[in-house]
């Protein structure tokens, strides 16, 4: 690493050109920092590919996702009067209408009638050739190959006509009137009736047990956007809260659910723990800084440099997208522990040698290394499907490389060098046993329980149910048990309208319609006058056929109710396509990193055992989280699989100092393995602190990544102070069997 010493001599004889170039440098980040917008998605995270994507964003879109439901509930089951419910539903519905000057709320739901079946009849007839199968047509033929099929099935709808009811069969008739789509339109009625779990009380929908109502309305902002939504919700408090003061002691409550509801609620408890177990790590992390380092100056150009490596991230970001998501770059905070390594090695090395070009020339070669081993691991993340795993794999490099060359550039220059006789010792409390007073008793137990840990290694699963990893307070959890049903089908998949089989169908209807058309035209208006029926009263089924129907847009079929509109997402192949993937994701993470890791050593040490030294601790202490992972009854989901990257990142930064550490001292005769460790374990409580401070927490995500945390941290820094001087020492007994 000589011109990194170069770049420091120079620096040192021209400190206001280095002081110039921090700056400029820092103010052309800068600018390309505010190119960048901001974006909130969670589904980013999902390994999908782009047919399930854009059947996921259909379904969020118009099967539910983005609904907002409020819940009116009587507070005292025995005075449940439904005109009192159905008052209240009134004055809520013409304050929110008054108050709602910004226009936020849409399609507002409270009262239902048969115009909506009407309507969505009339839909279902002007699409009919979407919505027909192959065993449709072979229905359709087989009826009208039977003679006089037309005429009696007139003679039917005639007779029906004349009943109490019939008025209620004259539009299915006139679409329909020899019944050739009965099936799908009885499926479509069918799916409207959801009487099994709500009624109707003069148009206002009810729960069976009449004790709740029901009010529904759109967010037009999705569910992703929860600022936005958050206006939305304190709107509808405002309202509910206004509307039911008009009387005192109101016997009715309201509350809010849905995903738009959800989401707000996820993040305001993400904010709520981020600030608790922020304020418990900083406050942690300052007192072990200061009883480690002893200046504060130095603390700050540690924040410092891991400030400017995240500007660099930003930055570099920018010249690949113009948007990345809030997430993405929240959870790239984890990284930061990694980070911290490079200023905090520096800086902590300096304790033990205070010449600075000397600790350059003895860390620079460490720190180089393990920064581009890191990297690498995170680069693996960029070939995965998830959009935003791949951004955070492209922040958390760019993270890393902008840090260290701060640490390496300018740090140096800037960082107080105290006196040797002023120096402080680090503090007992992080210092370590040497590896000779290891007794053998105890390498005994870590090496049982590694094969046990590698034995339960083998039974790690994943939960790829995005409600475990969702944060909703009990009585959300009480709604969403009991609304669960609201349009739930059946899994055939007889609506499914993705774009090819809309082309397929229509290809069919083409076909039968090439065949019939013709002889329709011509039967039917005779069929029809015979049996009593006016001229013209077939008009529309006709219309039918002759219509020149084309592919058209998912969008195109908002018109259809959430009911069956779950038909029209393939949601089984979705979760399944999900469960896969995490696990796809997951092993190639796991084979990827490993592989980049273990082959930059070999040709960063030029040695395979000190190659194989350095990468055993990695591979022990990933079966060990792994193991303990099962043990404790803790899963990998779509939020802390991200750490397997970290982990491999942090294990090989403590493994290549150990490993170099280990070179050095037996090459030069000086110890410095000791201030290597404390180096290593102040990095490891930071990082502890940081992130496992977050087991306060009550969101499920965030408690998540805690957990993962502490079992990986612990497991990552015991494999890093064993495993490499151990084994050093055996290939040292046995140095004229191998090159080093």
């Known amino acids: ?72 509930q009587f507070r005292d089951s025995t005075k449940a009067d439904p005109d009192v419910m159905t008052e209240a539903i009134d004055r809520f519905v013409a ?42 047509y072979q229905r359709m033929d087989s009826i009208l190959s039977i003679d006089g099929s037309v005429a009696s099935r007139l003679q039917e709808d005639y ?43 003069d148009g206002y929908i009810f729960t069976a047990d009449m004790q709740r109502a029901i009010v529904t309305l759109d967010s037009p902002f999705g569910s992703g956007e929860t600022e936005n939504n958050a206006r939305l919700l304190d709107l509808l408090t405002a309202a509910a809260d206004s509307s039911l003061s008009t009387q005192h002691a109101s016997p009715v409550a309201v509350h809010f659910t849905g995903g738009p509801v959800i989401a707000v609620g996820n993040a305001r408890q993400i904010k709520s723990d981020s600030l608790l177990s922020i304020s418990i790590a900083v406050v942690l992390i300052l007192l072990l800084l200061w009883f480690s380092i002893r200046n504060l100056r130095n603390i700050l150009l540690i924040a410092l440099s891991i400030g400017w490596g995240w500007l660099f991230a930003l930055a570099a970001l920018s010249l690949v997208h113009r948007e990345v998501s809030l997430i993405v770059i929240g959870i790239s905070s984890v990284i930061v522990g990694i980070a911290v390594n490079y200023p905090l090695h520096l800086i902590s ?15 620079s070669k460490p720190l180089v290394v393990g920064n581009i081993t890191t990297v690498g691991a995170f680069l693996a993340l960029v070939p995965l499907q ?73 039974r790690t699963s994943f939960d790829a149910d995005m409600n475990h990893i969702n944060y909703m307070t009990a009585e959300q959890q009480a709604d969403m048990a009991q609304f669960s049903g609201m349009g739930q089908t059946t899994d055939d998949p007889h609506f499914l309208l993705s774009a090819d ?46 219509a020149d129907y084309e592919p058209q847009p998912l969008e195109h079929f908002r018109a259809l109710p959430p009911s069956l509109l779950s038909q029209n997402i393939d949601m089984k192949g979705l979760n399944s396509t999900l469960v896969n993937g995490l696990s796809d994701d997951f092993n190639y993470i796991g084979w990827a990193c490993a592989a980049i890791v273990f082959i930059f ?140």
């Open 1 to 72: 690493m000589k011109w990194i010493l170069r770049w420091y001599d120079w620096m040192r004889r021209q400190r206001m050109l280095c002081l110039t170039s921090c700056l400029l440098a820092t103010v052309l980040l800068i600018s390309l920092d505010l190119r960048l917008s901001f974006k909130e998605d969670i589904t980013d995270f999902l390994p999908l590919d782009e047919q399930h994507q854009a059947q996921l964003k259909l379904f969020q879109e118009i099967s539910g996702a983005d609904r907002v439901v409020a819940v009116f």
């Open 95 to 136: 304050t929110l209408e008054e108050r709602d000057t910004a226009g936020l709320v849409q399609n507002v739901v409270y009262q239902t009638d048969l115009s909506q079946a009407e309507e969505m009849s009339e839909f279902i007839y002007s699409h009919i050739p979407y919505f027909l199968m192959e065993e449709d």
């Open 159 to 201: 007779e029906a006509l004349m009943t109490f009811t019939g008025s209620m069969m004259a539009g299915d008739i006139i679409h329909d009137p020899l019944h050739l789509f009965t099936p799908v339109t009885s499926q479509a009625a069918d799916l409207l009736d959801r009487s099994s779990q709500f009624t109707l009380y």
């Open 349 to 363: 090395h300096l304790s033990h040698t205070p010449d600075v070009r000397q600790t350059l020339r003895e860390i």
């Open 386 to 458: 998830s959009v935003a795993l791949r951004d955070l794999g492209l922040f958390s490099s760019f993270l890393l490389v902008g840090t260290i060359l701060f640490t390496l550039l300018w740090l140096p220059h800037f960082v107080k060098i105290l006196p040797q006789r002023s120096l402080k010792p680090l503090p007992s409390l992080i210092s370590l046993p040497s590896l000779k007073s290891l007794s053998p008793w105890l390498l005994s137990l870590v090496a049982l329980l590694t094969v046990v840990f590698g034995f339960f290694s083998l």
């Open 501 to 546: 089989e809309q082309s397929r169908r229509l290809a069919l209807w083409r076909e039968w319609t090439s065949r019939h058309r013709d002889h329709l035209s011509e039967t039917l208006p005779q069929e029809s006058a015979r049996a009593g029926f006016a001229e013209g009263s077939f008009d529309d089924f006709l219309a039918i056929l002759a």
């Open 601 to 740: 050593l070999w040709v960063s040490f030029r040695s395979l055992p000190l190659a194989v030294l350095s990468f055993l601790p990695m591979a022990l202490s990933w079966l060990w989280i792994l193991g303990i992972m099962v043990l404790l009854g803790i899963q990998f989901n779509i939020v802390n699989i991200i750490l397997a990257t970290f982990i491999f990142g942090q294990g090989d930064d403590y493994t290549i100092f150990m490993t170099e550490g280990a070179v050095y001292e037996y090459t030069h005769r000086r110890p410095i393995l000791a201030s290597y460790r404390r180096a290593i374990l102040l990095s490891a409580l930071i990082m502890f602190i940081g992130i496992g401070s977050l087991i306060v927490a009550r969101h499920p995500a965030l408690h998540s990544l805690a957990e993962v945390t502490i079992v990986g941290m612990f497991s990552v820094v015991l494999m890093a102070f064993l495993i490499p001087p151990l084994m050093f020492r055996w290939l040292v007994r046995w140095r004229k069997h191998f090159k080093f």
